[in-house]
């Protein structure tokens, strides 16, 4: 099931300690439990997470609006972030109760994934649904270590966002696969499946098609790179530049990630960085081995 968490972040002003989300989502994804809302508090400090009981109570659960009140009021340049949803990752086992869990977010990316044989190709229909093959790097442009991991396209993502990812196959089953981040997800002709990542750091990502395929299955692999979201904003406008994708001042401000950045960097950034400009700023990151993921 693809995520459905949001979150809202209040400043502090010294006397405020009552504040509302809106409990919107479906009837069978309503915020009814306790657990469905974490309250953490961001300081300079260092940020935390409030106990329920001891830090704050809830009002309105099951109803339209839910009430948070703070046992304390937040301080002058203290931010409450509320996030409330159904959608609770690291409950059980490796990441130990419900106190350690997360809600995850609804994606603010989509990422379009389709098969063939034998390379992938990808599309990004937030942002003007720009498109390109990824293809396995020939021996001679890459590492010995890297061989048959490294591609000449990689998919790019912001770190910290929640990515729905939808995958079909243009010819014969493939199977979109990255360890490191828990996926497997098949892409099948005529048929959409979907799934979904967070990546919490940057980083570079590798993976590889796990559907027998033909002659060339072992020559399709899957590189992700991770980055933050101000050089992802700027990758992406590289790229609308790349393909003569022409965005309206106002189609930007609704892009995802990248909308809420405008007017700064990014706005100005807009096409005056070239494709190879953005790659090459982001060559001097070392590929990671990942931690795990927050994942489907």
């Given amino acids: 099931m693809i995520p459905d968490g949001k979150r809202i972040v209040a400043e502090g002003d010294g006397a405020?300690?009552?504040?509302?989300?809106?409990?919107d989502f479906p009837e069978s994804r309503r915020v009814v439990r306790p657990e469905h809302v974490i309250v953490e508090i961001e300081s300079p400090a260092g940020d935390r997470r409030l106990r329920r009981g001891a830090g704050y109570s809830l009002?309105?659960?099951?109803?339209?609006?839910?009430?948070?009140?703070?046992k304390?009021?937040?301080a002058v340049g203290e931010r409450v972030v509320i996030t409330a949803g159904r959608s609770l990752v690291g409950a059980n086992g490796l990441f130990g109760g419900a106190e350690n869990a997360e809600i995850a977010l609804a994606p603010s990316v989509t990422l379009k994934v389709v098969g063939n044989q034998w390379n992938w190709t990808y599309a990004?229909?937030?942002?003007?649904?720009?498109d390109f093959i990824s293809n396995m790097m020939p021996k001679e442009k890459t590492t010995p270590a890297l061989y048959r991991f490294e591609v000449d396209n990689r998919v790019v993502v912001p770190v910290g966002e929640t990515v729905r990812v939808?995958?079909?196959?243009?010819?014969v089953i493939h199977s979109w696969a990255l360890p490191n981040f828990g996926i497997k997800i098949d892409a099948v002709p005529g048929r959409i499946n979907e799934t979904w990542f967070?990546?919490?750091?940057?980083?570079v990502y590798y993976g590889q098609c796990s559907e027998i395929c033909g002659v060339k299955h072992s020559a399709m692999p899957i590189g992700v790179e991770v980055v933050s979201r101000e050089a992802f904003c700027n990758w992406v406008r590289a790229r609308q530049s790349e393909y003569g994708i022409e965005r309206t001042e106002e189609q930007r401000r609704a892009e995802p990630?990248?909308?809420?950045?405008?007017p700064a960097a990014v706005a100005a950034a807009d096409t005056s960085l070239t494709f190879a400009e953005a790659e090459?700023?982001?060559?001097?990151?070392?590929?990671?081995?990942?931690?795990?993921?927050k994942v489907n």
Avoid: H, W
Avoid at 59 to 69: K, M, N, P, Q
Avoid at 124 to 130: A, E, M, N, R, S
Avoid at 198 to 203: F, L, N, Q, V, W
């Fill in 166 to 171: 939808t995958t079909t196959g243009s010819d």
């Fill in 72 to 74: 304390q009021p937040l």
């Fill in 280 to 293: 090459s700023a982001q060559s001097e990151q070392t590929p990671a081995a990942a931690e795990p993921a």
């Fill in 59 to 70: 009002a309105g659960l099951g109803e339209s609006d839910v009430t948070v009140t703070l």
């Fill in 16 to 23: 405020a300690t009552t504040f509302t989300i809106k409990n």
């Fill in 257 to 262: 990630v990248c909308g809420a950045m405008m």
């Fill in 198 to 203: 967070k990546a919490d750091r940057e980083g």
């Fill in 124 to 130: 990004y229909p937030d942002f003007g649904d720009f």
